[in-house]
């Protein structure tokens, strides 16, 4: 790198090095632009003379989310990304306080009710929050009664899958 700003340095140009850009910051960008008028994408396929459905349930969807709480608000983020690799985000701003594990089980939330609209039958969800990821494994408990509602709303929307596995990502 050094070599490269000493080059550039020769035309005036000067190099600045890209910093790490945090999960919850681009949550909260995503939820600052949410659409106002949105509505959710049809999946439903009319075309009768259809011959062929490839079979794409040897591999899994998954999900990604994320949430952000502070002083200025509330934001949720998700994306599902389909066998193929087609990507479908979604943004919400939360009008109401909350806790930074409640964001998260928001985020969470919003992302399986998602996969649930599209009729999505094995699922793999990722996401940065341990207290989250760990407490749906039920490997840690959930002791906190504001968390305990929310992940009983995480658990109702479970049975919807034949087969979901969380993993925490850093």
């Not at 090095?17 to 909260?28: E, P, R």
């Not at 399986?112 to 039920?138: C, N």
């Amino acid at each position: 790198m050094a070599r490269w700003q000493i080059l550039l340095s020769e035309f005036d140009i000067v190099y600045v090095s890209q910093k790490a850009i945090k999960g919850s910051a681009i949550a909260k960008f995503l939820a600052s632009r949410a659409l106002e008028d949105y509505e959710p994408l049809n999946f439903d396929f009319p075309n009768e003379e259809l011959m062929c459905v490839a079979a794409t349930e040897d591999y899994p969807w998954k999900l990604s989310f994320d949430g952000a709480s502070n002083a200025v608000g509330n934001g949720i983020g998700a994306v599902l990304v389909s066998p193929n690799g087609d990507y479908y985000p979604f943004t919400c701003k939360l009008d109401f306080d909350c806790t930074n594990n409640m964001v998260e089980y928001e985020a969470c939330i919003m992302g399986l009710r998602a996969a649930i609209e599209r009729r999505v039958r094995t699922f793999e969800v990722y996401g940065d929050s341990a207290l989250v990821i760990y407490q749906l494994k039920s490997e840690w408990e959930t002791r906190d009664p504001k968390l305990n509602n929310h992940r009983k709303v995480v658990l109702v929307l479970l049975e919807e899958f034949d087969d979901i596995t969380f993993n925490y990502i850093t």
